[in-house]
Each structure stands twice: as C-alpha cells, then as structure tokens.
Nanobody, 129 residues
Framework: QVQLVESGGGLVQAGGSLRLSCAAS????????MGWFRQAPGKEREFVAD???????????YYADSVKGRFTISRDNAKNTVFLQMNSLRPEDTADYYC???????????????????WGQGTQVTVSS
C-alpha cells in the first residue's frame, strides 16, 4: 500500500506562486507514475500533470494544456516526494489538488484518474483576482 499526503496549498493572489508537495510512504515510488489532479466545486476531477519513469535515469512529464508553461511537476526520489510548482496562478486554478500514484507494467502518460489506485486527501488552492 502507498499512502500519499499533500501539502502546500493556500490562498494566493492572481499571478502568484505555490509549491505543492506529495509525500509518499509505505513503498518507494521511484518507478511509479505520479500524477496531480484537481477538482473545483461542482466539476469533475481533471488531470493537471504527471511524471513517469522512462529509463534508469530519465523521467518524462506531461501537462494539461491549461497549465502548460506555468506548472512544473518534479520528484525527489530520495525524499519519496513529488512536487507541483505552480506559477502565474489564475483564479480558474482554484480547486482542491490531489496527488495520485500507481505502478504500471508499461510506464507512460496516464491522465485518467480511474487508472490510479492511490490518492492523497487533497490540498486546497484558492487564487483571488
């Protein structure tokens, strides 16, 4: 089992930045797909970004069009932690942000939340205009 705990959410003005963290425990997640999703009130959970192991020393990333160029996903395997650096935040980025993890026989970009078995409890991000 993998336990995930997000942190780093908060209230920020438009144009500001936040860095979300997702600390994993229970298992080493260095070869796991790690994803960030978000859910605004009244809306479905949507993909934000993911990072997956593509070779011994390389990870690949993928971003939703809405955050490309503004958000950066990264991981620190020594800390078993994944990060989401969010810059140039907009009011439409307001949502609960969730970290997800799973391991696949063929690591690749996974944007369907149904494909992830492990989820954190979420952290709230509010961007004021």
């Amino acid at each position: 089992q993998v336990q995930l705990v997000e942190s780093g959410g908060g209230l920020v003005q438009a144009g500001g930045s936040l860095r979300l963290s997702c600390a994993a425990s229970g298992r080493t997640v260095s070869t796991y797909n790690m994803g960030w999703f978000r859910q605004a009130p009244g809306k479905e959970r949507e993909f934000v970004a993911d990072i997956w192991w593509s070779s011994d020393t390389t990870y690949d990333t993928y971003y939703a069009d809405s955050v490309k160029g503004r958000f950066t996903i990264s991981r620190d395997n020594a800390k078993n932690t994944v990060f989401l650096q969010m810059n140039s935040l907009r009011p439409e980025d307001t949502a609960d942000y969730y970290c997800a993890a799973d391991r696949f026989i063929r690591p690749d970009h996974r944007m369907d939340p149904k494909e992830y078995a492990y989820w954190g409890q979420g952290t709230q991000v509010t961007v004021s205009s």
